[in-house]
């Protein structure tokens, strides 16, 4: 079983950065691909980002790619989102996800453990 626990989230203004954490629990967090998902206020939960177990591959959504960078720790059991240049349509819920196979993309099937989710809020 693993745990994950988002953090840093808030509020900020458009055009700044923000730097998501999500600590994992679990022996085996370093096998896992983890990933980042959203949702905003009356909308579908949506793929932002993914990396392998390994970090060799990175995936990202359409709407981040070049602003968002997606990072991991596997000796502190912890994966980042590092968002720039934020937006206004960046505003949403934002989950941390892991999945038990190394590899895994833009699908929540792909996915086995989601976290509470921490809120990202940016004005205009």
């Known amino acids: 079983q693993v745990q994950l626990v988002e953090s840093g989230g808030g509020l900020v203004q458009a055009g700044g950065s923000l730097r998501l954490s999500c600590a994992a629990s679990?022996?085996?967090?370093?096998?896992?691909?983890m990933g980042w998902f959203r949702q905003a206020p009356g909308k579908e939960r949506e793929f932002v980002a993914a990396?392998?177990?390994?970090?060799?591959?990175?995936y990202y959504a359409d709407s981040v790619k070049s602003r968002f960078s997606i990072s991991r720790d596997n000796a502190k059991n912890a994966v980042y989102l590092h968002m720039n240049s934020l937006k206004p349509e960046d505003t949403a819920v934002y989950f941390c996800?892991?999945?038990?196979?190394?590899?895994?993309?833009?699908?929540?099937?792909?996915?086995?453990?989601w976290g509470q989710g921490t809120q990202v809020t940016v004005s205009s």
């Open positions: 679990g022996r085996t967090f370093s096998s896992y691909a």
């Open positions: 990396i392998s177990w390994s970090a060799d591959r990175t």
């Open positions: 996800t892991g999945g038990r196979g190394g590899y895994a993309y833009d699908s929540p099937h792909d996915y086995d453990y």
